[in-house]
């Protein structure tokens, strides 16, 4: 399927070519402004005969699109530990309604619990699914090498954080994508029901979920935690707090 994303044009049989103001990839409702119209028109994905400005069907609820940016990211943290950025980390977590899932990429130490923080490096599926971007210039269902190309002109020096080695973790990331990709992705955090509450996590299994509506639960193999993840506390599962504008430098080893 091809992006649905605000600025996307679309056709309708009736009212001819618009462009979309507003999205929900989670309802599949739509705001559209038809020619000259001075307001929008809400319509449904899946009942009101939308297609791509090119005539290909939107078939939302047959085909729907991602309603978390979770296994695209995962996707291209492998290609750059491939290329020798295995010191790149990619955290994820659920907000407390569960409805959606918080990331983070850093780069640097392995330390789980202190993440360095970065503008950018972030964000939340509550975001993405209204504008199905990542946030650094990247655009709408960007492949992974375009989320590399705009990723290394958007912060450069902050990319260069992840160069050098991490064997155990970069084995363990390609194994983990191997078992979930491209239909489900994986979530750290306490409120993991399958995540064991006690002071160490060894042997606990990683909690993962559906990046699209209509799938099944995962029920594949029993996936280990990454390498070196300590016990998280609620006050581990949110962004450091931004103090100054230093803070926003990611720290090397």
């Given amino acids: 399927m091809q992006p649905i994303a605000p600025g ?4 309708h049989r009736f009212r001819g070519y618009g462009v979309l103001t507003a999205v929900n990839l989670l309802s599949g409702w739509v705001s559209v402004r038809f020619g ?53 980390y990619l955290y994820s977590w659920p907000k407390p309604s ?26 939340s599926g509550a975001e993405y699914i209204f504008n199905p971007v990542l946030g650094w210039g990247d655009a709408p269902g960007a492949s992974t090498t ?3 190309q705009t990723l290394a002109q958007f912060d450069p ?5 992840a160069l050098g080695h991490d064997a155990d973790h970069s084995a363990w990331f390609a194994a983990i994508c191997d078992a979930l990709l491209p239909n489900y992705a994986y979530s750290f955090g306490w409120e993991a029901p399958n995540v064991a509450a006690a002071s160490s996590l060894a042997g606990a299994a990683l909690q993962a979920m559906p990046v699209r509506q209509g799938l099944p639960a995962y029920s594949g193999a029993t996936l280990p935690l990454a390498p070196g993840l300590q016990h998280l506390s609620r006050s581990h599962n ?16």
């Avoid at 996307?8 to 056709?11: G, L, P, Q, S």
């Fill in 8 to 11: 996307t044009v679309v056709f």
């Fill in 36 to 88: 000259q119209e001075s307001h929008t028109l809400d319509l449904c994905l899946s009942s009101d005969q939308l297609q791509q400005a090119n005539g290909e069907p939107i078939l939302f609820h047959r085909h729907p699109p991602e309603r978390m940016p979770h296994a695209r990211l995962m996707a291209m943290v492998r290609a750059l530990h491939g290329a020798g950025y295995q010191r790149l």
């Fill in 98 to 123: 569960g409805l959606h899932w918080h990331w983070h990429l850093f780069t640097g130490a392995r330390n789980w619990n202190a993440r360095p923080l970065r503008a950018g490096w972030f964000g």
């Fill in 146 to 148: 375009e989320l590399i």
């Fill in 157 to 161: 020096e902050g990319l260069s954080h």
């Fill in 238 to 253: 949110i962004f450091p707090s931004l103090k100054s504008g230093a803070e926003c430098v990611l720290r090397g080893a």
